[in-house]
Every structure is written in structure tokens, then in C-alpha cells.
């Protein structure tokens, strides 16, 4: 296996982590009150544009080449630490 390969792996599994902790959040926003679950409901659209782009990143980490591949890790990377922080501050909120 090579490292393209691994990294791919790497974000791979977050994302499933992710999408898991997605569906947590929207069952806690379901059973939510009304006068909080509107403001539930913005933060996980919010969480799901952000996953379709760091999803798109992915996509396009897999689509390149073995060489232009570690030009794309750092737009990767920001994709999935914007990801990454919106949904910990939206598990904060959800508490």
C-alpha cells in the first residue's frame, strides 16, 4: 500500500466517524424542542455542506495522479480541520 493510498484510508475513516456523529446529532436535534430544534437543524445543514465539500476533496485526492497527489493534501487537510471543528463545536452545542 502506498502513502496516497493510507492518506486516503486516514480521511476515509474520519469521514465515516464523522457521518456516524452526524447521525447522533440529528437524533438529538428530532427529539429536541421546538424552540431549540430550528437552530439544531441550521447546524446540521452547516455540518453537511461542510462534509459534501471535505467529501469533494476526497474525491478529488482519489481522482489525482500518484505525483500531483501531495500538492492536494493541504486543501485537504483545511477541508476536513473546518469539518473537524464544526462538528465538535455543534456536539458542544448539542450537549
Known amino acids: 500500500m502506498n502513502k496516497k493510498q493510507i492518506y486516503q484510508e486516514k480521511f476515509q ?20 424542542e421546538s424552540s431549540t430544534k430550528l437552530s439544531y437543524l441550521e447546524t446540521l445543514e452547516e455540518l453537511k455542506l461542510k462534509r459534501d465539500l471535505a467529501t469533494d476533496k476526497l474525491q478529488e485526492l ?20 473546518d469539518f473537524s471543528s464544526a462538528i465538535q463545536s455543534a456536539i458542544s452545542r448539542f450537549k
Request: aromatic fraction near 8%.
Open 62 to 81: 482519489r481522482d489525482s495522479s500518484d505525483d500531483a497527489w501531495e500538492d492536494m493534501k493541504e486543501g485537504v487537510e483545511s477541508a476536513w480541520k
Open 13 to 32: 475513516a474520519q469521514l465515516d466517524e464523522f457521518n456516524a456523529q452526524i447521525e447522533l446529532l440529528k437524533a438529538k436535534a428530532e427529539k429536541a
